[in-house]
């Protein structure tokens, strides 16, 4: 299995500050034949469900606000929120999906300082 | 609309069995790769199962022989059943569609997914 690992577990932003999220994964998510890498990113408020926010490691999913930005390729991806709102109160996490057992990693608790 | 409404869930003791469901509307069931997700209490997402548009499914390791994916064309209902239910299998279960590319590998198509629709989840308590 793939195994997702992502830093912080927690971290604690100021409003319209920006926030960082990593994710390393235990082998390559690129594929070179076609250059993408197989990677998402959700969030999960409390009570809800998980939404979707970036595929193809960058790709935005529409609706999300473009203060939501990731990038990375191979083994180590980051999910950016450039100016962190009240709503973005949240748990992320990244899932890959380079094979046929989807895994996420443990979550990272976003909070408001 | 797109909309994934689940129903089904309960407290049951160990050993029983349990069909969740998961009624689709604005997209067929049949035509999509419909998943299950789950996530214990407190923890993180764990992926169940799947079933392909062909009628294909795969289930996690840990749960094969307990665990089955369905689908009801006709009204538009995915369904896990779960037998032999552990005081392990406690969570949310989330259904939701499957989204991403599809690959021959060894003659045979897999589908590498994420997943972009999501239920709002059915509680499963085995006590």
């Not at chain 1, 195994?3 to 990593?22: F, K």
């Not at chain 1, 809800?48 to 990038?71: C, H, M, N």
């Not at chain 2, 689940?6 to 049951?12: D, E, M, P, R, V």
Request: hydrophobic share 35%.
């Amino acid at each position: 299995d793939i195994v997702m690992t992502q830093s912080p577990d927690s971290l604690a932003v100021s409003l319209g500050e920006r926030a960082t999220i990593n994710c390393k994964s235990s082998q390559t998510l690129f594929y070179s034949s076609n250059n993408k890498n197989y990677l998402a990113w959700y969030q999960q408020k409390p009570g809800q469900p998980p939404k979707l926010l970036i595929y193809w490691a960058s790709t935005r999913e529409s609706g999300v606000p473009d203060r939501f930005s990731a990038s990375g390729s191979g083994t180590d991806f980051t999910l950016t929120i450039s100016s962190l709102q009240a709503e973005d109160a949240a748990i992320y996490y990244c899932q890959q999906y380079y094979n046929n057992l989807p895994t996420f990693g443990q979550g990272s608790k976003v909070e408001i300082k | 609309e797109v909309q994934l409404v689940q129903s089904g869930g309960g407290l049951i003791q160990p050993g029983g069995s349990l069909r969740i469901s998961c009624a689709v509307s604005g997209f067929n069931v049949s035509n999509n790769y419909m998943t299950w997700v789950r996530q214990a209490p407190g923890r993180g997402l764990e992926w169940v199962s799947i079933i392909y548009s062909d009628g294909r499914r795969y289930v996690l390791d840990s749960m094969k022989g307990r665990f089955t994916v369905s689908r009801d064309s006709s009204n538009n209902i995915l369904f896990l059943q779960m037998n032999n239910l552990r005081v392990d299998d406690t969570a949310v279960y989330y259904c939701a569609r499957g989204a991403g590319e599809q690959w021959l590998v060894s003659e045979i198509y897999h589908f590498y997914y994420y997943m972009d629709v999501w239920g709002k989840g059915t509680t499963v308590t085995v006590s």
